[in-house]
């Protein structure tokens, strides 16, 4: 929801932004909404560099790039707003093009988060998916809403600065920041360990969790041990998505 938000809320600051203080000619803003939508494309590299990073515990190493990502969002909309010079059009490129690697990473890292939980229980698979969709439909949303607030409908009235309107977007990233926190530490997940090969992860405490106690027992526990955890997973990343 969060991440929505702020991808929608500047959108018409961004516009008289380019016009106005920039002063971007037509065509090279379509340039510039071009080459910003790259990183989007580049989503399956930032899903490689995750599996490569932590094969053997993808859900804790997607909350701590998550909050990474998070963070530099916040620092990049202030610099956006306040460090990019008049006319210079080079910076606007650049850091805005930093501001959507950053987005789609931390979009990525929430799905595969989500993905991560739902596979504990596959019956909750759909009701995630849904949630986690009508949560960005809900961020984009309230900020269409947020910013019929705040622009006036008649030209009498005067506009927000739209400089002060993309560096207060950097406080959305940053209480998604603040949220990862929630998302709780996965025991289980942290005690894997990676094989001889490299390749395959031992599963040695969820077997332990599903066996040691015989069959019935063991079912009952693993599905009693993980599933208010899964949905404290869903609560807070669905908050983030």
Known sequence: MLTAFAESFPLTAFTDWLNVYLEMPLATQSQFYAFTYIPWYLKPLYGIFLSCLAPCFPRSAARVILRWCKFSMAVLYVVMAYGVG???IWQAFAIYFSIQVFTACAQLMMGSYLMSSAHEDMSDAGAIQGVAGAC????????????????PCSGDEKAPN????MA?????????????FMLPDDAIEDSCARSLSGDKCTKGARGA???GDGGGGGGR?????????GGDHEAGASLLA
């Open 86 to 88: 008049e006319g210079e």
């Open 136 to 151: 960005r439909w809900a961020g984009s949303l309230g900020a269409a809403a947020t910013t019929l607030l705040i622009y």
């Open 162 to 165: 739209s400089r002060m309107v």
């Open 168 to 180: 207060w977007t950097g406080v959305v990233p940053l209480v998604s920041f603040l949220v990862s």
């Open 209 to 211: 969790d599903g066996g």
């Open 221 to 229: 526990g693993r599905s009693g041990g993980r599933g208010r955890g």
